[in-house]
């Protein structure tokens, strides 16, 4: 009963992988907004969901994207432009892998698929014949690849480099990412992934007062360089995954994990650094159930004994169903715990993963953390999608409904939609989403339980206490550049600098040490925007130009007003780069 986490699945993986029967299986493509909306997109025009994933449950897999690709040219009716054409082409040449095989009904769609990458135009990175049928660049989307029956290898290396300048950094801004990404499989059975890179930066000041009070933005350990202007760190990530049954997926490793079809997550996002996490999809139909085990670390002042940090766990589970084609909704619930080695570290009694949360918290007597969550999604007439989610952090009934402003009524909600080619200009998408949260949501009494996993938080980037409207724009004006636009207002209440006050906004705060805005009684009264107000508008405009195969020029300029009456939070910003990566996503940091 005390056997710790980490043997306890190695012993559960051993048992599973080698099962006889194991199915072809896949590696996924890794959290990127910009690619990610490539398949919204089509999933949208197409006008009903993909057969091999949910939107709303991420990462996908790479040959469930392919499948959706081969569901839109065998069914021959989506609209598509000339740009959607090229998004098609590149998703198959980026998973090309599983490709084959494939025949389209309509020749004159299939020939449509000749190399319509506009990376591939001037003949970049293309291939050269090694020996048998080894081949660097053979593909555009890889620069080393084997594939046979036995064996899948995917190699490319990774970059990302940038200079700029911020009004309010002396010096200049630069980063500079060196890294290595491997995917592939064995006997088609097994599927692998890592990725590192060693990374080091000076990066605008917005970004570096957010690692001063909680971490550097989606990753773990960061040390500080050139007199605490910069930043060093290095990022990983890795996992094996396989099919014991047809419908089950299991995946294993350091990554991480999203619930929900918007920019933001409310239930579980990409904003934390990755985490070691045991994954279980389990596909039916219309029906996708996902349990995810993961151990994470408390990193908050006092938590560590020496070197070694404290570790925490959680235990996630999300029923996804498909109504209809067009209509998803999906239930959600979590349990954020800690125990000390003499229990044992992960309580097991969460490992069930077919009940109730709240019930085991209950039966063993713990005041664990759980988060209750609901999400929906509408495909609204081939040009647009509705999405929206709502968390339950706690709530006391007498108080959820009668206004008097329980510090208890700790909820968060997200109201979001798509809209293509909009008011009939081709290939302009925008989005819109509206994310409320009430002051305490996601926070509880210790380090070891509250929704934050390194010290970042597990959901959205501003914590807590605040209303957020975001406006993004889309739009590829040729199949190499494309432009980017984000919008972001928000009022948020923040704790007074220096006063050692909690309004509510700093999920790493215990929530017993709640600050009173009724004189007396800090229980009651509490409403989003308590303590100091910030209103925060934030304009980020990006270029994008396609040199070939995931290579790109970005060209930014971000303008970021912060006013309020706190001379610490008040902040002007104007922030340009200029940028080159390669097989790397862009760092949005939109906060």
Known sequence: MNQRFDKFFLCVFFILITSSSVFS????????????????RLEIKRGKFSEGFHSNVKPFERKAIVELTDSILKEG?????ERDWQTIDYLREDSWEWTKGFVSTDSARSSKLSRLDPGNKFGLFKGRKSNGQRRFWQHPADFYSYHDKDFDLHLNFTTNNFIGSDNNVNSPLWL?????????MINEKLGFYTYVSDNQGVFPKYVMDYTKAYNFPGEGLAKKIQNDKGV????GRGYITFKPLKAINVKFGHDVNVFGSGYRSLLLSDNSSPYLFLRVDTQLGRFHYTNLWSSMINNQEGASKGLLRDKKFSAIHHLSVNVTDRINIGVFEAEVFSRDSTSGGFDINYLNPIIFYRYIESYIGSQDNALLGFDFRWLVGKKGSIYSQFVLDEFLTKHMFNGDGSWTNKYSFQLGGKYIDAFGIPNLDLQTELNIVRPYTYSHKDGGRNYVHYNQSLAHPLGANFKELLGIVRYKVTPRLSIYGTQMLAKQGKDPTGSGANYGSNPLLDYDTRTAVIP?????????????LAKTS?????????????FFLDARCLFRNIKSQDVNVAEKSKI??????????YRNQTF
């Open 77 to 81: 009716n989506v609209s598509l432009t």
């Open 25 to 40: 299986q896949s590696s996924f493509a890794p959290i990127n907004d910009d690619y990610y909306h490539l398949i919204d």
């Open 232 to 235: 060093d760190f290095f990022s």
């Open 576 to 585: 340009f780069s200029f940028a080159i990566r390669y097989n790397m996503a």
């Open 520 to 532: 007396g009684n800090n229980n009651l009264g509490h409403k989003i925007g308590q303590g100091v």
């Open 538 to 550: 934030f304009t980020d405009l990006r270029l994008s130009y396609s040199l070939a195969h995931n």
């Open 176 to 184: 500079t990412s060196r890294g290595v990404e491997i995917r592939g």
